[in-house]
């Protein structure tokens, strides 16, 4: 198998390259997304392999089709930039839909801990030698609301470390699952009830923008949100007039629904041109990281694995046990 790896950034090499030469594979890492314009890159190889912001679009997908594509394989779990309809029977996709929920839980609750008692604030006081405390005042988590929205994997492991914290847990999800350690409620009662509320739904047409105007205002004032799923979960500008007159009392943002333009990669010497971005920065209440909740090295091997085994199965002929199809979408 000749696999064209795009996106790539060093961490990626230091899981694949390895493994695939004990898989039996030849990859080439390319460090540029896949595109309209970088796709002819994938000329003569058998598999594409990308990350989570490469756009498969239609006319992505028609171009590898065209150059011999057989099949595009994700290294994430999440396949909201694939249109599916048009890769209907020319490439299947395959994705890794769980590699360490363990990452993204702790990630979550990290952020939460951070926003609640202004950790991010404190260090940068103590790197000036300013040990002044005032302004950093934060709320007991113990006793508690907080709202899960989404109890797959990762949600049930959130769910369970709040509740070892000794707060009430509410659960959301169309889908109940009987490990989770809580009750289930309707959204508007999790919205209204919730001192916190953490997100961890994937992001369909029924998800997209679920945290919105008429949601926000059902919240109660000064609630903190978390968000280590998917950007679009949450209508951006709504979230800025929410932290604007403090009806949201902070955020913890791993994702961003317009992050493909700036996440993973360094821009420190630029000025950043998305109006919604820089304002969320400009928060002293927000903490923005760069979609890492899921960087640790067991998720690393574990993507570098699934994904090598995906394909694995595609070279021998076998049924594709991670493959995403149109009635995914």
């Known amino acids: 198998m000749k696999i064209a ?3 790539t950034k060093p961490y990626d090499r230091i899981w694949f390259q390895p493994l695939s030469e004990e898989y039996g594979f030849t990859i080439k890492f390319y460090e540029y997304k896949l595109n309209t314009e970088t796709a002819v ?6 598999v594409v392999c990308v990350f989570v912001n490469d756009p498969a679009t239609a006319e992505v997908i028609d171009l590898l089709h065209q150059y011999g594509v057989g099949l595009l394989a994700l290294r994430c779990s999440g396949y909201n930039q694939v249109d599916l309809k048009a890769a209907q029977g020319k490439i299947p996709i395959v994705r890794v839909p769980s590699y360490s929920p363990t990452a993204i839980a702790e990630h979550a609750i990290a952020l939460l801990l951070a926003v609640n008692r202004k950790i991010h604030r404190a260090y ?12 950093l005042m934060g709320t007991d988590l113990r006793g508690k609301t907080i709202g899960v929205a989404g109890t797959g994997r990762i949600g049930q492991l959130f769910a369970e470390i ?12 169309p889908y109940p699952n009987p ?12 919205l209204s009830q919730s001192d916190i509320l953490s997100l961890h739904c994937p992001l369909t047409r029924d998800t997209h923008h679920m945290i919105r105007a008429d949601s926000i205002a059902k919240m109660k004032d ?26 949201i009392g902070g955020a913890g943002l791993d994702v961003y629904e317009e992050e493909e333009h700036y996440f993973f990669e360094d821009l420190s010497d630029q000025i950043i041109d998305d109006d919604e971005l820089a304002r969320l920065l400009s928060f002293p209440n927000v903490i923005v990281t760069s979609h890492q909740a899921f960087f640790t090295r067991e998720a690393m091997e574990a993507i570098a694995r ?17 493959e995403v199809t149109l009635k995914d979408k």
Not at 162 to 173: E, H, K, Q, S, T
Not at 306 to 322: C, S
């Open 41 to 46: 890159f994938a000329k003569g190889f058998d």
């Open 124 to 135: 940068t006081r103590t790197r000036d030698n300013n040990f002044n405390i005032n302004g």
């Open 5 to 7: 790896f795009f996106d």
């Open 306 to 322: 699934v994904t090598l085994d995906n394909i694995r199965e595609y070279a021998d002929g076998k049924p594709l046990t991670n």
């Open 162 to 173: 709040a509740a070892g914290f000794g707060m009430r847990v509410l659960a959301y999800d």
């Open 222 to 247: 000064g609630v903190l949100i978390i968000n280590t799923s998917r950007g679009a979960l949450i209508d951006t500008e709504a979230l800025l007039d929410g932290l604007k007159s403090k009806k």
């Open 179 to 190: 490990a989770v350690p809580g009750e289930y409620v309707g959204l508007d009662t999790l």
